[in-house]
């Protein structure tokens, strides 16, 4: 009997455990869905350099400010992002090159189960890359 009552215990633990685990991962997942969507609205708010004479094709030109700007705004319309607690974009997000959306989202995700022993939450970011390529 005392055998039984400790695998009981011991599988609930252990199913405790996985289920906060996996929300954890479900979090992370949403939150790097998020950020993918934020890039590409970021990476399609590109202007056109211009090209000297008929050689070569316009290139594209992304700014900092601007990819901020469409990820920002990208997130704000989007609703289904809105209840994800602690959003907010993180200091990586702009453009390095010039031509590459780089967007870095924070955000805390608390786990299933065992709020009581992390009330504040785990803080998860993640981040992401697009480029718009102009072609034919």
């Not at 989007?78 to 994800?84: A, D, M, P, T």
Request: aromatic residues 6%.
């Amino acid at each position: 009997m005392v055998m039984i009552i400790g695998y009981v215990v011991l599988a609930l633990l252990l199913v405790t455990v996985v289920a906060a685990v996996s929300s954890v991962y479900l979090g992370h997942k949403k939150l790097l869905s998020a950020a993918d969507g934020a890039a590409v609205a970021a990476a399609d708010s590109f202007t056109l350099s211009g090209v000297a004479g008929n050689s070569g094709a316009p290139v594209t030109i992304l700014s900092g400010d601007g990819v901020r700007a469409a990820a920002s705004a990208y997130l704000n319309r989007n609703s289904s992002y809105r209840h994800i607690s602690g959003l907010t974009l993180g200091g990586g997000t702009g453009t390095a090159d010039g031509r590459t959306a780089r967007v870095t989202l924070a955000a805390v995700v608390h786990p299933l189960f065992i709020n009581f022993l992390i009330p504040d939450g785990i803080a998860v970011t993640a981040t992401s890359t697009a480029r718009s390529q102009l072609t034919r």
